[in-house]
């Protein structure tokens, strides 16, 4: 690359920022395994204890609406939202799934805010447990990992 170019990236280190978790209790028992996955990757990234706040919903559809509000306070250098929504047992799977999806994403652009998505949509229960820390990785984990970055390159983008 061209050294006058000025290319700006984040990075990984979470010394110093403040993050903001939303969890769902819905599927509880998925969900609770993706937010051990997240705060896990902020600690072994540098973040303190004491930056991390973490609030719970009661399913996926409220998750946009605590975002907002952890979003308005200023509080936070990133969110990340953490739930399951499974196709299986759930008719309304569209809605919550759709709704939920979107809400987030018009939070982050609206506040300005990065947000890391660990919403899970999922059609089986095996799929759930899959992507919460066995084969398929655990996407709170990466959930966190993309806070961390994306917080850092706001903030480099700032200066
Ligand atoms: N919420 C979830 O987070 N996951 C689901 O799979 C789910 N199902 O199956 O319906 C679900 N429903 C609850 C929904 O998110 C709201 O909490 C509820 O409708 C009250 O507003």
Redesign the pocket.
Known sequence: MDERIRVVEGHYNARGLRFGIVA?R??EFIVERLLDGAVATLIKHGAEPGDIEVVRV?????IPLALKRMAASRKHDALIAL????RG??A??DY?AGE?ASGIGRVALEHEIPIGFGLLTVDTIEQAVERAGTKGGNKGADAALTAIEMASLCRRMEQ
Do not use: K, R, W, Y
């Open positions: 769902s819905f599927n009661p399913g996926a559809f409220e739930g399951c929504v499974i047992a759930t309304h799977f919550v939920a």
